[in-house]
Each structure stands twice: as structure tokens, then as C-alpha cells.
């Protein structure tokens, strides 16, 4: 069975940057897109971005322009990386391939101001 393990969360001031990191235990990225999603307190689990597997992206309205998103398939890993990060980033990033159905366990981000 494959699973996915996120890491590179952090504890970050405003206006940082940290990037996130996703392994597959498997060799599913040639066959998968690929999703981020984020968990805040109190919330519920909200789409960040998306690759496909032709490389094409897509992000949610809060996160453009300053996350990236990309995949090295023969590593079998995918990146988040996140710029000018704002307090209203700190959530639980998790990734996802919703082919799958597969979740990773999370990684916390955590941004003061």
C-alpha cells in the first residue's frame, strides 16, 4: 500500500517562506495528480493547489501569487513552496492524491505575526 508522508512545517514569522515536502512510498506520481490541502483550527479542510500530471496548476485565491507548487516524479515527491506566509496561513498542510484517495498525515505551519 502506498502512503504519503509530508514534512518541512515549521514556526515562521510573517513575510517568510517555508516549502513542504511530499514523499509517496510508491511510484504513483507518473500515474497521479497531486493536491495540497490545509486544515486550520476550527475550520474545515480547504483546497491550496493542484498539479496535474501534464504540470498544470491551479491555486485557491488566498495562496496566489505567493505559493508554488511542483513535482519530481523520479523522487516520487512533490513541493509546496510558500512565500510572504501571513498568520492566516497557519494550518495543518496535508497532500493528497485524490485518484487515491490518500492522505498524508499533515505537517503543522505555523505563522506569527
Not at 28 to 44: N, S
Not at 54 to 74: C, L, M, Q, T, Y
Request: charged residues 20%; aromatic residues 10%.
Amino acid at each position: 500500500q502506498v502512503h504519503l508522508a509530508e514534512s518541512g512545517g515549521d514556526s515562521v514569522q510573517a513575510g517568510g517562506s517555508l516549502r513542504l515536502s511530499c514523499v509517496a512510498s510508491g511510484d504513483i506520481f507518473e500515474v497521479y495528480g497531486m493536491r495540497w490541502y490545509r486544515q486550520a483550527p476550527g475550520k474545515q479542510r480547504e483546497f491550496v493547489a493542484q498539479i496535474t500530471l501534464r504540470g498544470v496548476e491551479e491555486f485557491a485565491e488566498p495562496v496566489k501569487g505567493r505559493f508554488a507548487i511542483s513535482r519530481d516524479d523520479a523522487k516520487n515527491t512533490m513541493y509546496l513552496q510558500m512565500n510572504s506566509l501571513k498568520p492566516e496561513d497557519t494550518a495543518v498542510y496535508y497532500c493528497n492524491v485524490p485518484g487515491l484517495g490518500l492522505w498524508g498525515q499533515g505537517a503543522q505551519v505555523t505563522v506569527s505575526s
